[in-house]
Nanobody, 122 residues
Framework: QVQLVESGGGLVQAGGSLRLSCAVSGRPFSSYTMGWFRRAPGKEREFVAAITSIGIDTLYADSVKGRFTISRDSAKNTVYLQMNSLKPEDTAVYYC???????????????WGQGTQVTVSS
């Protein structure tokens, strides 16, 4: 059984940066497409970014394109989300998950982590 543990969240001012990490254990890391989603208070969960199993292809939501970068380190079994130029509307709990394909459809993702809170103050 695969386990995902997110870390790196916190409080940051608008315009600042954070890097989230998601450590994967229990199954071969290289077999999964990895993704990040977020859920803001009172809103539905939304797709943020994804990266294929060998890191060649990436996919971003329009709202974060050009500001966020997803990457993965196979040696550390970890996927990262570098978040720059943060805005108050980026405030949410951020979750990582696995999939067999690169897609924005949350129904195709599983093995959700517990989430990490990101709060951006104005």
């Amino acid at each position: 059984q695969v386990q995902l543990v997110e870390s790196g969240g916190g409080l940051v001012q608008a315009g600042g940066s954070l890097r989230l990490s998601c450590a994967v254990s229990g199954r071969p890391f290289s077999s999964y497409t990895m993704g990040w989603f977020r859920r803001a208070p009172g809103k539905e969960r939304e797709f943020v970014a994804a990266i294929t199993s060998i890191g060649i292809d990436t996919l971003y939501a329009d709202s974060v394109k050009g500001r966020f970068t997803i990457s993965r380190d196979s040696a550390k079994n970890t996927v990262y989300l570098q978040m720059n130029s943060l805005k108050p509307e980026d405030t949410a709990v951020y979750y990582c998950a696995t999939s067999s394909q690169i897609t924005m459809d949350g129904r195709e993702w599983g093995n959700w982590g517990q989430g990490t809170q990101v709060t951006v103050s104005s």
